[in-house]
């Protein structure tokens, strides 16, 4: 069975740090774009940002660039989610999709991704 899994949420203040993983199995990530989506209570899903296959092009949404980090460790399938400076408006469960055989850019909607994991929450509160 392919599948991701998420891993790493959980209760942070204001400020701090948190880093997310996500790793495949079933198949192989290496020619795959892997992306991070969240979706807070009462809103619509969204990008956080993405990764392309060899991981030399990352993208990421205005809202979290300069405090996030994404890279990917192909050799052990994973992908994760460097989150600094967190704030409470990044709480929300955070989703890690896998696009397969995709050489280019990292998609930015959902919608374009092949596989997601269950997810993982993340609350920011003092």
Same mark, same amino acid.
């Given at each position: 069975?392919?599948?991701?899994? $998420?891993?790493? =949420? /959980?209760?942070?203040q204001? +400020?701090? #740090?948190?880093r997310?993983?996500?790793?495949?199995? *079933?198949?192989?990530i290496?020619?795959?774009?892997?992306?991070?989506f969240?979706?807070?209570?009462?809103?619509?899903? $969204?990008f956080? =940002? /993405?990764?392309?296959?060899? +991981?030399? #092009?990352?993208?990421?949404?205005?809202s979290?660039? *300069?405090r996030?980090?994404?890279s990917?460790?192909?050799?052990?399938?994973?992908?994760?989610?460097?989150?600094?400076?967190?704030?409470?408006?990044?709480?929300?469960?955070?989703?890690?999709?896998a696009?397969?055989?995709?050489?280019?850019?990292?998609?930015?909607?959902?919608?374009?991704?092949?596989?997601?994991?269950q997810?993982t929450?993340?609350?920011?509160s003092?």
């Amino acid at each position: 069975q392919v599948q991701v899994i $998420e891993s790493g =949420g /959980g209760l942070v203040q204001p +400020g701090g #740090s948190l880093r997310l993983s996500c790793v495949a199995s *079933g198949r192989t990530i290496r020619t795959s774009a892997l992306g991070w989506f969240r979706q807070a209570p009462g809103k619509e899903r $969204e990008f956080v =940002g /993405g990764i392309n296959w060899a +991981g030399d #092009s990352i993208l990421y949404a205005d809202s979290v660039k *300069g405090r996030f980090t994404i890279s990917r460790d192909n050799a052990k399938n994973s992908v994760y989610l460097q989150m600094n400076s967190l704030k409470a408006d990044d709480t929300a469960v955070y989703y890690c999709a896998a696009r397969w055989n995709n050489l280019g850019l990292a998609p930015r909607t959902w919608e374009s991704y092949d596989l997601w994991g269950q997810g993982t929450q993340v609350t920011v509160s003092s």
